[in-house]
């Protein structure tokens, strides 16, 4: 017999050799059905494995990130046992999961093309065979085996993989015709999927690497329930209506020019007043925290971030360094600022009394990602970070950090996202030669932030190995309008960069002491934020915040003289304005002007410039007034409109 603790710690005994859908079911038969995976004392399993000895289990359902994983993760070995079936000969690279959904790298049999046209024939066969309820066996093998089994089939890209893990750690999965070398874990069987889908394809460079051969990258989604998959589909065609790419040509916010370069967004006028008035606004609320504000160059000598570490891991996929005419000096296009302000923090001296001292700097930085990479403002190769870097005594990081949490929840709050979660990630305790830095110095600093986390009422989730090479962070994820998960806001506790630079400052005791860095982005970068603000608001953006709040329309040439002097009143007010005196009739200015998300329309016309009031028109709301006039004076449009800002804000 075997013990088996459960998340709520209560123990139960099986015989050894019991499953994780055995225990499910002995729990109840319900919870059987819905159970798709199964952690072991921290590690992922198929429902089906044999636990043969005293264990910590947790099952995971569909909604669990562990059991969707084993969902998709057979949902693509069923998609590659469909293509195979219709492509024979297809060799497959890599098919992992995905936050939705999944994909497999595939090269077809050499002069066959997929297309759009073949989805149609590969949902039908994926079905098919999900329907055909096969069981999916785990097989052990050895590395000679699996090297063997697939020379046999000609894939190179599988040998490749196997040539690279170790002997005792190699797995296959079976089901029906169909067998692939994975780590798992699976669903026990291919029932488990009733909706299964392509939705697009890519190319996809083998292992990332350009000068390697270009293979198809196929992309799906499977659910536990067709209404599941119909509802999924829907959300995709309303987010092909917010696509930022979309809405930002529509109205007008940026450019991308080939002759500029790929990946090097050009703000046009009504996007850099938008991006303005976030910064603005964000750098009011950091002056009222005590930041200073501070400029460094888009450039700096080689040096600087060999000094950091940057250059060491991330150097080789940075922009090449820039040489100058003096022999042996070298630049590089600023690939982060904190190096930057580490040399700020330098300029002077600073006592135990100075600290904690806060900078903060929109600063634009440059890093080099592959032409298949690159997507709108989400991916770019030039974007500016909001960034600020805490520099402390070890005594205030806890309180510092904690400031920190309830900064970044005002701001999200303060622009709608308000449905948001957190992941602590700490460094991989298997693994440390990622890291920089001393283990007394990484568990001072884990500790700290889990601390800090928990005290502001925040319930992060946990990863291993997904810390930054010089300390442990906290990242913000935030959900969008359509249920998107966006990753915004980072906090991160540094003892490594101060050490490298030799940082200090003068403590009670007349020593010299280490101060503890705390580096922190809010919006993340700007140009990823301003995107995810797009697709979130559909480019309906708050009052205070769109740039053109008000269009005036009249509705004939003659009445252009009394728009210019309602113009120049409404600035009076601070109100973001501007005339449409094209030659067009009044229903198509009004229709044109909806479409760029314009918050109010004032229709001036004979009626408005004999009273001097005007006939308000709200966004997706028709005519707003005063009772049947639908009209108001200036004054009263003006304090309407700064009511609406006041009541945002207060909300």
Same mark, same amino acid.
């Given at each position: 017999?075997?013990?088996?603790?459960?998340?709520?710690?209560?123990?139960?005994?099986?015989?050894?050799?019991?499953?994780?859908?055995?225990?499910?079911?002995?729990?109840?038969?319900?919870?059987?059905?819905?159970?798709?995976?199964?952690?072991?004392?921290?590690?992922?399993?198929?429902?089906?494995?044999?636990?043969?000895?005293?264990?910590?289990?947790?099952?995971?359902?569909?909604?669990?990130?562990?059991?969707?994983?084993?969902?998709?993760?057979?949902?693509?070995?069923?998609?590659?046992?469909?293509?195979?079936?219709?492509?024979?000969?297809?060799?497959?690279?890599?098919?992992?999961?995905? =936050?939705?959904?999944?994909?497999?790298?595939? =090269?077809?049999?050499?002069? +066959?093309? #997929?297309?759009?046209?073949?989805?149609?024939?590969?949902?039908?066969?994926?079905?098919?065979?999900?329907?055909?309820?096969?069981?999916?066996?785990?097989?052990?093998?050895?590395?000679?085996?699996?090297?063997?089994?697939?020379?046999?089939?000609?894939?190179?890209?599988?040998?490749?993989?196997?040539?690279?893990?170790?002997?005792?750690?190699?797995?296959?999965?079976?089901?029906?015709?169909?067998?692939?070398?994975?780590?798992?874990?699976?669903?026990?069987?291919?029932?488990?999927?009733?909706?299964?889908?392509?939705?697009? #394809?890519?190319?996809?460079?083998?292992?990332?690497?350009?000068?390697?051969? &270009?293979?198809?990258?196929?992309?799906?989604?499977?659910?536990?329930? +067709?209404?599941?998959?119909?509802?999924?589909?829907?959300?995709?065609?309303?987010?092909?209506?917010?696509?930022?790419?979309?809405?930002?040509?529509?109205?007008?916010?940026?450019?991308?020019?080939?002759?500029?370069?790929?990946?090097?967004?050009?703000?046009?006028?009504?996007?850099?007043?938008?991006?303005?008035?976030?910064?603005?606004?964000?750098?009011?609320?950091?002056?009222?925290?005590?930041?200073?504000?501070?400029?460094?160059?888009?450039?700096?000598?080689?040096?600087?971030?060999?000094?950091?570490?940057?250059?060491?891991?991330?150097?080789? $996929?940075?922009?090449?360094?820039? &040489?100058?005419?003096?022999?042996?000096?070298?630049?590089?296009?600023?690939?982060?600022?904190?190096?930057?302000?580490?040399?700020?923090?330098?300029?002077? &001296?600073?006592?135990?009394?100075?600290?904690?001292?806060?900078?903060?700097?929109?600063?634009?930085?440059?890093?080099?990602?592959?032409?298949? /990479?690159?997507?709108?403002? %989400?991916?770019?190769?030039?974007?500016?970070?909001?960034?600020?870097?805490?520099?402390?005594?070890?005594?205030?990081?806890?309180?510092?950090?904690?400031?920190?949490?309830?900064?970044?929840?005002?701001?999200?709050?303060?622009?709608?996202?308000?449905?948001?979660?957190? +992941?602590?990630?700490?460094?991989?305790?298997?693994?440390?030669?990622?890291?920089?830095? %001393?283990? /007394?110095?990484?568990?001072?600093?884990?500790?700290?932030?889990? =601390?800090?986390?928990?005290?502001?009422?925040?319930?992060?989730?946990?990863?291993?190995?997904?810390?930054?090479?010089?300390?442990?962070?906290?990242?913000?994820?935030?959900?969008?309008?359509?249920?998107?998960?966006?990753?915004?806001?980072?906090?991160?506790?540094?003892?490594?960069?101060?050490?490298?630079?030799?940082?200090?400052?003068?403590?009670?005791?007349?020593?010299?002491?280490?101060?503890?860095?705390?580096?922190?982005?809010?919006?993340?970068?700007?140009?990823?934020?301003?995107?995810?603000?797009?697709?979130?608001?559909?480019?309906?953006?708050?009052?205070?915040?769109?740039?053109? &709040?008000?269009?005036?329309?009249?509705?004939?040439?003659?009445?252009?003289?009394?728009?210019?002097?309602?113009?120049?009143?409404?600035?009076?007010?601070?109100?973001?304005?501007?005339?449409?005196?094209?030659? /067009?009739?009044?229903?198509?200015?009004?229709?044109?002007?909806?479409? +760029?998300?314009?918050?109010? #329309?004032?229709?001036?016309?004979?009626?408005?410039?004999?009273?001097?009031?005007?006939?308000?028109?709200?966004?997706?709301?028709?005519?707003?007034? =005063?009772?049947?006039?639908?009209?108001?004076?200036?004054? $009263?449009?003006?304090?309407?409109?700064?009511?609406?800002?006041?009541?945002?804000?207060?909300?």
């Amino acid at each position: 017999m075997i013990k088996i603790t459960l998340p709520d710690g209560s123990v139960r005994e099986y015989e050894s050799g019991i499953t994780g859908y055995a225990i499910a079911e002995s729990i109840n038969r319900n919870l059987a059905k819905e159970v798709l995976s199964v952690t072991v004392n921290d590690e992922l399993w198929d429902l089906t494995r044999e636990i043969s000895q005293d264990s910590s289990i947790i099952l995971h359902k569909f909604d669990d990130k562990e059991g969707k994983h084993a969902f998709w993760h057979t949902s693509a070995h069923i998609m590659a046992e469909a293509i195979e079936s219709i492509f024979p000969g297809t060799k497959f690279g890599i098919g992992p999961t995905i =936050e939705n959904g999944f994909y497999y790298d595939i =090269e077809l049999p050499e002069g +066959q093309l #997929l297309s759009e046209k073949d989805f149609p024939k590969i949902n039908k066969r994926m079905l098919q065979l999900c329907q055909m309820n096969n069981p999916i066996k785990r097989s052990d093998i050895t590395k000679a085996e699996a090297l063997k089994y697939f020379k046999e089939k000609g894939d190179e890209y599988k040998l490749e993989l196997i040539s690279e893990l170790e002997d005792g750690t190699i797995t296959l999965y079976s089901q029906g015709k169909f067998t692939d070398l994975c780590k798992g874990p699976h669903l026990p069987a291919t029932s488990y999927i009733k909706a299964i889908q392509i939705l697009s #394809l890519a190319g996809a460079y083998w292992r990332g690497d350009e000068t390697r051969k &270009q293979l198809t990258r196929v992309y799906a989604i499977s659910f536990p329930k +067709q209404k599941m998959l119909i509802e999924y589909l829907e959300m995709l065609e309303e987010a092909k209506k917010r696509d930022h790419r979309k809405v930002g040509k529509e109205l007008e916010l940026f450019h991308f020019s080939p002759k500029v370069g790929m990946g090097l967004p050009l703000w046009l006028p009504r996007g850099t007043e938008l991006r303005d008035r976030l910064e603005l606004w964000l750098t009011a609320e950091l002056k009222k925290r005590n930041h200073e504000m501070v400029k460094t160059p888009h450039i700096g000598h080689v040096d600087l971030y060999k000094t950091s570490g940057h250059y060491e891991k991330y150097g080789a $996929d940075s922009f090449q360094p820039i &040489q100058t005419p003096a022999e042996g000096e070298a630049f590089m296009l600023k690939p982060m600022n904190c190096p930057h302000h580490v040399e700020i923090f330098k300029a002077r &001296q600073y006592s135990y009394r100075d600290l904690p001292y806060r900078m903060a700097e929109f600063g634009t930085v440059y890093r080099y990602e592959q032409h298949g /990479e690159l997507h709108g403002l %989400t991916r770019v190769r030039c974007f500016t970070q909001d960034d600020a870097h805490v520099f402390c005594r070890p005594d205030q990081v806890k309180d510092e950090f904690k400031s920190i949490i309830e900064l970044i929840i005002y701001v999200y709050k303060s622009l709608g996202f308000t449905n948001y979660k957190t +992941q602590i990630s700490l460094r991989d305790p298997e693994d440390k030669t990622k890291y920089i830095g %001393t283990d /007394e110095n990484w568990d001072k600093a884990e500790k700290a932030i889990q =601390e800090a986390a928990f005290e502001m009422g925040l319930k992060p989730t946990i990863e291993l190995g997904e810390a930054a090479f010089y300390g442990p962070k906290l990242d913000f994820i935030i959900k969008d309008a359509l249920g998107r998960s966006w990753q915004l806001g980072t906090i991160q506790v540094d003892y490594n960069l101060p050490e490298r630079f030799e940082l200090e400052y003068k403590g009670s005791d007349n020593l010299s002491h280490q101060p503890i860095m705390l580096h922190r982005a809010i919006f993340g970068s700007m140009e990823r934020f301003v995107a995810v603000l797009i697709e979130h608001t559909a480019g309906k953006f708050p009052l205070w915040l769109t740039p053109v &709040q008000v269009v005036l329309l009249p509705v004939s040439e003659k009445y252009n003289d009394f728009a210019k002097k309602v113009l120049e009143l409404l600035k009076n007010y601070d109100i973001r304005s501007k005339i449409d005196d094209r030659n /067009e009739m009044i229903g198509r200015k009004i229709r044109d002007n909806e479409l +760029q998300r314009i918050p109010y #329309l004032l229709i001036l016309g004979e009626k408005e410039a004999e009273s001097g009031n005007i006939s308000v028109r709200k966004q997706g709301e028709g005519d707003k007034g =005063e009772g049947d006039i639908g009209s108001m004076s200036i004054e $009263d449009f003006a304090k309407m409109i700064k009511t609406e800002i006041n009541e945002y804000f207060e909300d």
